[in-house]
């Protein structure tokens, strides 16, 4: 059991609280840290354990990896602390919000020979990893095109501090891109280059819950992103990335090969149910994934009883004692930060970017493997 300390007691950290007591057996939460010691001592309270200041958890000699559940702006600053004070790190998406940043945290755990780590973690389940089988197998063809469309109206409807979705590091494509994005590598390789344009279609968005509700928020950045991203292998997909849309009904994840086409769940959850067609003009045929271990119907939702959000963390702690690389890893993050931050940077200089970076594609994680930990 190794142990394990948490930074940033906000609105995901009971998702992890509660995964780590109740499916995972290679880790225990025992203590945690927040900037406001309030929210930190009403989390140590709630999972009784240890209400730290961060300083103090760094220091802290018996626990060797901590979470970082901070938000996105001081993503790289804490996992860099962390990293420095000799621990283990596992951050929230994204690993930071400059590519340089990342770099320099994957460079300091080189060198002092630690593990680095970012969710998302969904790609591990069931939906991701059937759909990789599906494509590899070969039944769809070469994966050639595809389309990927993640709208909503936006967090401030639900979340009771949203700010951090309107200034600098958020938007959508940090937000929810890190999910597409690393579900994409993991299905059809490392990207090559992208184009893109944007929009801020609101100026100011209206908190819509909690003690704040009411108050409006100015908005900073832009909040939909239209892109081509093209990959290494040749594959050209068109993305939509908003926070300006009322409803819609797109496909999350739609891929067409040369033998047929493939429509996968939203890559935010771990489950859903799978479409592929491979007759010209047939209908779908569906694929169900919840009798596979990351696919119960009610892995999906956050807050759900088997939502298994902290499985990167337990893949990771696993990896560090078996000594091979992690699937949530610094690597995979990095370059997923390199395709959203080309796509940020494209529609603000209007020119297609190539990357710089590149990632190998993560393993397969079969029930095989992924029953040892749940
Ligand atoms: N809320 C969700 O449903 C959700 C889902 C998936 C991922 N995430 C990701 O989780 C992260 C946190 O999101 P959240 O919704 O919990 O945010 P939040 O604002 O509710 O919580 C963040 C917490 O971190 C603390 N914090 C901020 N800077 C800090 C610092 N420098 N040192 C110590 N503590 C610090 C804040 O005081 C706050 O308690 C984000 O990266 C977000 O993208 C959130």
Redesign the pocket.
């Known amino acids: 059991m190794m142990k394990v300390g948490v930074?940033?007691?906000?609105?995901?950290?009971d998702t992890y609280f509660h995964s780590a007591k109740n499916f995972f057996n290679n880790f225990e939460i025992i203590a945690c840290?927040?900037?406001?010691p309030e929210?930190s001592k009403r989390s140590a309270e709630k999972y009784n354990i240890k209400n730290l200041s961060?300083e103090e958890l760094l220091l802290n000699s018996e626990i060797e990896l901590i979470i970082n559940?901070?938000?996105?702006d001081?993503?790289f600053?804490?996992s860099k602390s962390i990293l420095n004070s000799g621990k283990h790190s596992y951050s929230?998406?994204p690993i930071a919000i400059e590519f340089a940043d990342g770099k320099e945290l994957l460079k300091i755990a080189k060198s002092k020979n630690l593990y680095v780590g970012s969710?998302p973690d969904t790609f591990l389940g069931a939906a991701i990893q059937k759909s990789k089988e599906i494509i590899e197998e070969g039944s769809i063809g070469d994966i050639v095109l595809g389309s990927i469309s993640m709208g909503v109206a936006g967090h401030e409807i639900w979340?009771p501090?949203p700010d951090?979705y309107y200034k600098y590091g958020g938007g959508p494509i940090l937000?929810m891109g890190p999910y597409y994005f690393s579900a994409l590598v993991n299905l059809l390789g490392p990207v090559k280059s992208v184009y893109s344009q944007s929009r801020t279609v609101f100026s100011q968005r209206e908190i819509g819950s909690g003690n704040r509700k009411g108050e409006k928020i100015d908005v900073d950045i832009p909040t939909t992103l239209v892109s081509q991203i093209e990959f290494n292998s040749g594959a050209l997909i068109d993305s939509f990335f908003s926070f300006d849309v009322y409803k819609h009904n797109k496909s999350h994840i739609e891929l067409y090969g040369t033998k047929g086409a493939i429509n996968v769940p939203d890559p935010s959850y771990f489950g859903g149910e799978i479409k592929i067609c491979t007759e010209k003009n047939s209908d779908w045929k569906t694929i169900k994934t919840d009798d596979m271990n990351l696919g119960r119907l009610d892995a999906n939702r956050?807050g759900g009883e088997k939502n298994y959000?902290g499985i990167g963390v337990s893949e990771m702690i696993d990896s560090i004692i078996n000594n091979k690389e992690n699937r949530c890893s610094g690597e995979l993050s990095l370059h997923v930060l390199d395709i959203m931050q080309s796509i940020i940077k494209s529609a603000k200089v209007d020119q297609k970017i190539n990357l710089e970076s590149s990632a190998k594609v993560p393993d397969s994680f079969l029930d095989s493997e992924n029953n040892k930990f749940i």
Not at 7 to 13: E, S
Not at 33 to 36: Q, S
Not at 69 to 72: A, D, E, F, G, Q
């Open positions: 930074i940033g007691c906000g609105n995901i950290a840290a927040d900037l406001y929210a961060v559940l901070t938000i996105p001081a993503h600053e804490v929230e998406k969710a979340h501090n951090f937000d956050i959000r």
